[in-house]
């Protein structure tokens, strides 16, 4: 999965922070992090709410969000290169003063860079993927990964890009699931058995069997497994 860096300019308001929020959540969303959302939008929240609070209202503002590594980098550009964030001891009761705190206390690691003409505010978030372009859904996943992309090496000209590749990547899957079945009969193997046990196998190893709703054809026996 290829994350690409993206960043949103807009001007810090409160009634704005909801949609970085839901924005946010929708990039993890497509990132397949979903498992660091909440994390995440409390990241930005109290990063924006900063802003808001200590540099004003209306101030410009810019958010990026970028992988280093395997984590999720979120970072807040500023104009105003006076006013530092900084990590207070604030009490349960206390109004202020707890937005950098929070961010310290989900975040991997956080920091303040100063530029010529901005400062940018930063935070980092730790994923379980295995490298930046890697899956959360463990070594099966990856396996096919690398398989899909030696298809895609092969047959460039049907992966378009953007977010039909990801639609192109299902069909590829298939694909291969058919040139599997194939392999299995050319070497005598009953492509029917071998589903069977495909299936058996993928609920034994899903921790809710309620949301597997796959169906298996079988093909020319009219075989399908529910």
Not at 83 to 105: H, K, Q, S, Y
Not at 164 to 185: F, Q
Request: proline content about 4%; glycine content about 10%; hydrophobic content about 40%.
């Amino acid at each position: 999965m290829c994350r690409k860096p993206w960043d949103l300019a807009f001007t810090a308001e409160p009634e704005g922070v909801s949609a970085l929020r839901r924005i946010m959540r929708f990039h993890l969303g497509l990132w397949g992090l979903h498992d660091i959302s909440d994390q995440a939008q409390l990241c930005v929240s109290e990063l924006v709410s900063n802003v808001i609070n200590h540099v004003g209202t209306g101030t410009p503002v810019t958010l990026m969000v970028s992988m280093r590594d395997t984590r999720v980098r979120i970072e807040i550009h500023d104009p105003d290169t006076r006013d530092l964030p900084t990590l207070l001891e604030a009490t349960r009761d206390a109004e202020f003063g707890r937005g950098m705190a929070l961010v310290g206390a989900v975040s991997d690691r956080w920091g303040v860079q100063l530029l010529a003409d901005r400062k940018v505010t930063w935070c980092e978030l730790s994923t379980a993927l295995p490298s930046a372009e890697g899956h959360v859904g463990g070594t099966r996943v990856n396996r096919v990964e690398g398989l899909l992309r030696e298809c895609r090496g092969a047959r460039p000209h049907q992966w378009p890009a953007g977010d039909g590749a990801v639609d192109v990547g299902g069909e590829a899957a298939i694909e291969v699931m058919v040139d599997v079945l194939h392999w299995l009969r050319a070497h005598g193997r009953d492509a029917d058995e071998a589903l069977d046990r495909v299936q058996d196998r993928f609920e034994s190893e899903t921790e809710d069997i309620d949301t597997v709703g796959s169906r298996w054809d079988g093909g020319g026996t009219g075989h399908r497994r529910s």
